[in-house]
């Protein structure tokens, strides 16, 4: 087992690689000289003197070629020095630190929404396949499949904030206001979970062993408790896993949307003003997350059921 | 294109299937009719549309409905329902280039990588890569860097969208490629290239139909998310992002200008997702997963 | 089964409720939401919203009117030689920090002001003095009439000695009715009031400003109750709180004035003329009428009229777009291949119009500019983007037209404005307004007024440079400024300043 961790995590080497490259690469084509964004920031003027330029494009290497450019660029991402944003001339590294909780607050909440509404639905939809509950789910699901997230937080301001007054519009003063935008970005998760669920429900209550349960005349509710939940959920789970970093780099415009301070807000910012520093950090910290998430998912599986080796290559 | 997708799946005739369609899936056929319907909006707009959309006329600004103007306009004088069907363009030309693109360039590194074990590994670590970023991220940065405009939009799109088809044609091209009609063809002398496009390719659309229908949806969403925020199809060209973008400060005074485009985009989504899930259910019946 | 459902359902539930509990209680915290946030919490690197929050004063205040009242000091007069300024400070002032505020601390304090701000970077002090605790005086090399105007911005506020020893700014320590407690930036700052405040003591137990860039998110947040007053806002918001129980719009003229700025260094707006034409291609009074709904009024020159600097002679340019065409015909643009859009020389008249959402009435207005140019056979590009990126756009040239809206009092003299909207040594470098445009006149004209101290006679150099700035035209004018504040019935006493100096928040007391 421990080998095939160490061949899991070796294997992400490259790729981590690979993306430091491409956001090294973003640095390149886009123009505007870094030393001079970094001095921006360091001197507190738009326009540093000429001779500093000079001696800053000579610390970061930028008079040398490709390779020992990004060498000296990989040797300070490593060191903690990501540049400085070129709006709010900060250090790029405090930004993220500052981003960061925020954004995993949102999506973490997001997920727990589709735990704790959607799959309660879809097992209750997947017990009486065909019921009221299960064409009312369907239905919702198809809906929520089909709302671009955005337009779903802009109704939901309209009902939960304008209206009923209960929930707050925008900003970030506690954790009532990731209600409304966790509620927003969960929904394409949620609607997935749901049928998710409730088709594991339905074939698991069709497998031999839980027929043959019933017919024995055991309770169908214990079953359903003891066995048939256990069985049906871990793929429901796994799949929500996967969809984590889905989440975690999909809150842009929600977070743009109600002007909360985390991840996506910082990128979108970022690209709309060509903030090259910053788009670096965050495309590193949003890729990473992926990795990280699909080597815990590849490792639970491995823990879960060692016959995945071979679909592993 | 999409008469081979039925093909490729049975041996019944295209009438056939044609009319099990139509009694088994109402909801394929309303998806397709949704869809159909989209498709001709945008194509004949300057037909349908009452007026030209970017046409101000100061004086008649926020008119109520009325049957010179079906659904008022906006805060420039400007017909509200001609923005939305002319919006219908930039989305559906940008969403379907871009799925064209990300669909050839995903069949190709997926057939070379299922076929071909020497490139295998280099093009499924390609393949991880570009995995490893949200799709959004990757798009956001682009268009970021471009600049707005259609042809980085549908690049930006793009760029980051192959990945998932590559893996999805590469795994059945493996499983297509060791079944015994492809061993017999290769048997007779068959040369790689013809097995490829004569055997193994019609036998991988059809799961690649399916998730270009989806893209297609969400390619659609994530063109109104860059419009939305600014930096999609730059104002005035109508575009159902910018105009809920614009139709956000006015939700109070002129809904209909985002509530059009709202439902729309919804309109468009979710035939997609019905034909999708449809196909899905066509190819494989036995299969109840994540059916919606 | 129900059982373990039910302990699903009511577990959400249970988490629900508790995270809608923490909203907040009324309290006696007064909330403000306006588009702005401080790019540090140094003041003398940036003034404007720590002195509009009140939590530094300055030596010289400004009334209703415009015109200076003592601040900090209480009378100044300058010398017979016109070089030496000499301040004298109020009694019994203290710093939030408990220490006196002297002459010695005013001084340190306006030195270190001097090396951060650029504010200064056109005031010719030499130097300094503080012969007694409550004397300051302060030395030109060249006479200056504007001096005192200059002793009103937030960049000269007095910071106590012990906060500028910190060296970079993280805490500003004022003497203004309100104490720096926190700054998130890009989000909020936090004070709370100040009990020992040598003038009025505030009635709400602090403030948090919230920074909110979006216009409609700070009016459903002014809706929901998060924030109490919602700072600036566009017509179409505007419009639907007058009719609405239980809050008030109110208006305020101020001395700002929306501008196009053209970039007179590349591209087709070196040509003067067809800077003129474009004056005479846009409708003012349609831009008044129907994007601002009717608030504000065509703008002739930089100042409005009812202020004492305006060259009322000037009239704004009507809307011709005939003239317009025929001026650029004249300067060589015509339509040659019939498609619609001008071209010269094989190149189309396409150019980008760059602005910001954060003054909300911007990007519509430049949508209505893009339709007016349309019409003379000019097509325009807008390109919107956040106010520091699109400054930071503007100082590179990436732009053809700037729309924006330019403060003109926030030093309340003219010379400000003058130099560095006007100026070559003002134009040449980062700002606002005219870009890479100068004109030897009007350089002249502008360091002649800054010695002269007669009002009048000052008045009358000016009025020439207006003159000159818009036949010239580097810049075209074109609405006057009405700021439009609204705020809860919770909330008693607000009333807004006309050079936006402060928002008077010791003034306002909630219920």
Redesign the interface.
């Known amino acids: 087992m421990k080998r095939f961790i160490l061949l899991r995590l070796f294997q992400t080497i490259p790729v981590l690689i690979s993306i430091t490259f491409i956001a090294f690469l973003l640095m390149m084509v886009t123009p505007g000289d870094p030393a001079e964004i970094n001095l921006r920031a360091m001197m507190n003027t738009e326009s540093p003197p000429k001779e500093a330029i000079e001696q800053m494009r000579m610390e970061m290497d930028l008079d040398k070629p490709w390779y020992i450019q990004y060498y000296s660029w990989l040797s300070r991402v490593l060191h903690g020095d990501l540049g400085y944003s070129y709006q709010t001339r900060k250090s790029t590294v405090e930004e993220i630190l500052r981003a960061f909780p925020v954004t995993f607050l949102l999506s973490s909440i997001a997920m727990l929404f589709s735990i704790i509404i959607a799959i309660p639905i879809g097992i209750l939809a997947g017990i009486h396949p065909n019921g009221k509950l299960d064409h009312l789910s369907r239905g919702i699901s198809i809906i929520g499949l089909s709302i671009p997230d955005f337009f779903l937080g802009i109704l939901g301001i309209l009902i939960f904030s304008i209206t009923l007054k209960i929930l707050p519009v925008a900003g970030y003063k506690g954790p009532e206001y990731l209600i409304l935008p966790a509620f927003a970005l969960s929904i394409s998760l949620f609607a997935v979970t749901m049928r998710l669920m409730r088709t594991s429900m339905a074939e698991v209550l069709e497998q031999e062993y839980i027929r043959t349960a019933i017919s024995k005349g055991l309770d169908r509710g214990t079953i359903i408790r003891r066995h048939a939940l256990k069985n049906a959920i871990v793929p429901v789970l796994t799949y929500m896993g996967t969809q984590y970093g889905w989440l975690f780099g999909g809150a842009m415009i929600i977070e743009s949307l109600f002007a909360l301070p985390g991840m996506g807000r910082l990128f979108v910012d970022a690209a709309a003003s060509r903030d090259i520093m910053v788009m670096q950090a965050c495309i590193m910290v949003f890729a990473i997350i992926f990795i990280i998430i699909n080597l815990c998912i590849d490792i639970s599986y491995y823990l879960l059921d060692p016959r995945m080796r071979d679909t592993h290559e | 294109m999409s008469s081979t997708v039925y093909i490729p799946i049975s041996d019944q005739g295209f009438c056939a299937l044609g009319m099990r369609v139509l009694k088994k899936r109402p909801l394929l056929v309303f998806g397709l009719i949704i869809l159909i319907l989209m498709c001709l909006m945008a194509v004949f707009a300057p037909y349908i549309a009452p007026h030209d959309p ?1 046409e ?1 006329s ?1 004086e008649n ?1 926020f008119l109520p409905p009325s049957t010179e103007y079906p659904l008022g306009t906006d ?2 004088g400007r017909c509200v329902l001609s923005r939305a069907i002319y919006g219908s363009q930039p989305s559906l030309i940008i969403a379907v280039v871009s799925t064209i693109l990300v669909v050839i360039i995903g069949l190709l590194v997926g057939l070379c990588a299922g076929y071909y074990r020497r490139v295998d590994g280099l093009l499924m ?1 390609i393949t ?2 570009m ?4 799709s ?2 990757v798009t ?2 682009l ?3 471009m600049g707005p405009g259609v042809p980085s939009i549908i690049l930006a799109l793009a760029l980051p969208g192959w990945a998932k088809y590559a893996r999805v044609v590469r795994s059945s091209t493996m499983s297509i490629k060791n079944r015994g009609f492809v061993e017999s063809a290769r048997a007779l002398g068959a040369k790689n290239r013809y097995i490829l496009f004569r055997h193994i390719l019609p036998n991988v659309l059809a799961p690649v139909m399916e998730i270009a229908t989806l893209g297609l ?1 969400s390619k659609i ?1 994530m063109i ?2 860059l419009g ?4 999609g199809i ?3 060209t109508p575009e159902w992002g910018n105009i ?1 973008n614009q139709g ?6 002129a809904p209909l200008i ?1 509530l059009s485009a ?1 439902a729309l ?3 468009f ?2 035939a997609t ?2 034909i999708g899930s449809e196909i899905r259910d066509l190819m494989d019946p036995m299969s ?5 | 089964m129900d059982k373990g459902k039910l302990k699903f359902i009511l577990l959400g539930l249970l988490l629900l409720i508790s995270l809608t509990s923490f909203t907040a209680a009324s309290s006696n915290i007064l909330n403000v939401g306006g588009p702005w946030s401080p790019k540090t919490t140094d003041p003398h690197i940036d003034g404007y919203s720590y002195q509009r929050l009140g939590i530094i004063d300055t030596l010289v205040d400004v009334d209703q009117d415009a015109a200076l009242i003592p601040g900090l000091a209480t009378n100044w007069q300058v010398s017979g030689d016109q070089l030496t300024w000499t301040f004298t400070l109020r009694d019994g002032v203290v710093f939030h920090d408990k220490t006196p505020f002297t002459a010695a601390a005013m001084k340190k304090s306006l030195e270190d002001s001097l090396v951060k701000s650029k504010t200064f970077a056109n005031v010719p002090i030499k130097e300094i003095k503080a012969p007694s605790d409550n004397i300051l005086e302060i030395v030109l090399s060249t006479p200056f009439s504007g001096l005192p105007a200059f002793m009103a911005k937030g960049e000269s506020g007095a910071l106590s000695p012990d906060c500028i020893d910190q060296g970079d700014i993280t805490r500003p320590i004022g003497t203004g009715p309100f104490i720096f407690e926190s700054f998130t930036p890009k989000e909020e700052i936090r004070t709370v009031k100040n009990p020992n405040y040598w003038g009025k003591v505030p009635s709400v137990d602090g403030v948090v400003y919230t920074s909110i860039p979006d216009a409609v998110t700070r009016s459903m947040m002014l809706q929901s109750g998060e924030i109490d007053i919602s700072l600036i806002n566009p017509p179409e918001v505007t419009e639907k709180f007058q009719s609405m129980a239980g809050f008030t719009v109110k208006d305020q003229p101020i001395h700002r004035v929306r501008i196009m700025a053209y970039n007179c260094e590349e591209g087709p707006f070196t040509d003067k003329l067809v800077r003129q034409a474009i004056n005479y291609a846009i409708d003012r009074q349609a831009l008044v009428t129907y994007v601002m709904e009717g608030v504000g009024s065509p703008a002739a020159s930089t100042f409005p009229p009812e202020f004492f600097w305006a060259n009322k002679d000037l009239q704004p340019f009507p809307y011709n777009p005939d003239q317009a065409k025929s001026l650029l015909t004249q300067a060589g643009w015509t339509d040659s291949n019939n498609d619609g859009i001008l071209d010269k020389n094989g190149e189309k008249f396409s150019i980008t119009l760059l602005t910001y959402p954060e003054r909300a009435e911007l990007p519509p207005m430049a949508e209505v500019i893009q339709d007016q140019l349309k019409k003379v056979g000019i097509e325009v590009e807008i390109v919107v983007v956040d106010v520091d990126s699109s400054n930071a756009r503007r100082n590179k040239g990436d732009f053809d037209i700037y729309l924006l809206g330019r403060g003109l009092l926030f030093t309340p003299d003219p010379d400000e404005v003058m130099m560095t909207d006007y100026h070559s040594s003002g134009t040449s470098g980062d700002g606002w307004c005219a870009y890479r445009w100068s004109n030897p006149e009007v350089d002249e004209l502008i360091e002649k007024a800054r010695g002269i101290i007669d009002p009048s006679a000052r008045k009358s150099l000016y009025d020439r440079v207006q003159e000159i700035v818009v036949d010239e035209a580097p810049v075209s004018y074109l609405n006057y400024y009405v700021n439009q504040d609204i705020y809860s019935d919770r909330v008693k006493g607000y009333r807004m300043h006309p050079t936006e100096l402060s928002y008077h928040l010791e003034e306002v007391s909630l219920s």
């Open positions: 970017y101000q100061l600004r805060q420039f670590r991880d890569i995995l490893a970023f949200p959004m991220v956001l940065a268009v970021g860097i949806g969403i109104a998310g939305f925020l600014g930096l730059q104002v005035p809920l956000l400060p006015l939700l109070y005074k985002a709202g985009i919804m309109a989504v979710l997702n019905l109840d997963s994540v059916k919606i």
